[in-house]
């Protein structure tokens, strides 16, 4: 845990960088990228994040969460509904990023609605095992379990991970990926929280790099490997676009 201490170094690196200042990040071509936060976090917690996409070119979009305690099956059920409405006002397929618990969510929605989503980068995120986790943290998780079943609205709570709550959504966390949807997870051995073996998901392209599991969110590697991933989907996507469009007019 005493890694994670390393994130003020991680943030002073990103302002000092390049990339934060958008050399060699190709434009975003108004490229429309959900930001999905960690356990605990919430939007905020990617603001840095979304700045940087949207000087970039992207048209980053936030996930609506507070906190990221809910229940699982809840929650991706809120997401897909905003993925929808991402996809129907931009015309065009979503790339998600998701920070720990929140590519978790990525992955389950990419195997939802393939029809609405470009690829996923996962950063930090326990693919293989939701609870490949400090003991600490994994405690905390228990700890929100009880407050959830003791009756406290908007927490996870024990039948999420024991019971028949969100059968729906380990299902689909453990369906095979979808194809012609791209997947990046990127893992850092040095992650304070997750065990880095339980990120490396063997439908994604691995991409290594060196950061705490908090400080992914502030890490010039990490940015510099997600726009290497966002410039591959939009080149993957752009014969699709057309045809996203009119499925989309369609549908509506």
């Not at 992955?107 to 980068?121: N, Q």
């Not at 791209?182 to 991409?207: H, M, N």
């Not at 996203?244 to 007019?249: A, E, F, I, K, S």
Request: charged fraction near 25%; hydrophobic fraction near 40%.
């Amino acid at each position: 845990m005493w890694r994670e201490s390393r994130i003020g170094f991680e943030l002073a690196g990103l302002m000092r960088s390049g990339v934060w200042h958008g050399d060699g990040v190709a434009a975003g071509d108004n490229q429309p990228v959900m930001l999905v936060s960690g356990l605990l976090a919430g939007d905020q917690s990617l603001n840095l994040m979304a700045g940087w996409l949207k000087r970039t070119g992207h048209r980053p979009c936030r996930a609506g969460i507070a906190a990221n305690v809910d229940c699982s099956e809840r929650a991706a059920e809120r997401l897909e509904r905003r993925l929808e409405c991402l996809a129907e006002d931009s015309g065009q397929k979503v790339a998600i990023v998701g920070q720990s618990r929140g590519g978790s969510f990525a992955r389950v929605l990419a195997t939802r609605r393939p029809d609405l989503v470009s690829g996923i980068v996962t950063l930090g995120s326990p693919l293989k095992h939701q609870l490949a986790v400090h003991p600490l943290v994994r405690g905390s998780i228990y700890a929100m379990g009880l407050v959830g079943t003791a009756g406290l609205d908007g927490i996870m709570r024990r039948s999420c991970l024991w019971g028949d709550c969100c059968s729906d959504y380990w299902d689909d966390c453990r369906k095979e990926f979808p194809p012609g949807v791209g997947f990046v997870s990127i893992y850092s051995r040095t992650d304070g929280i997750v065990k880095w073996r339980a990120c490396l998901d063997p439908a994604a392209e691995q991409v290594e790099v060196r950061s705490s599991h908090i400080g992914m969110a502030v890490n010039a590697d990490v940015y510099r490997a997600i726009a290497a991933s966002l410039e591959g989907l939009r080149a993957a996507d752009a014969p699709d676009r057309a045809a996203v469009q009119r499925h989309l007019r369609l549908a509506a």
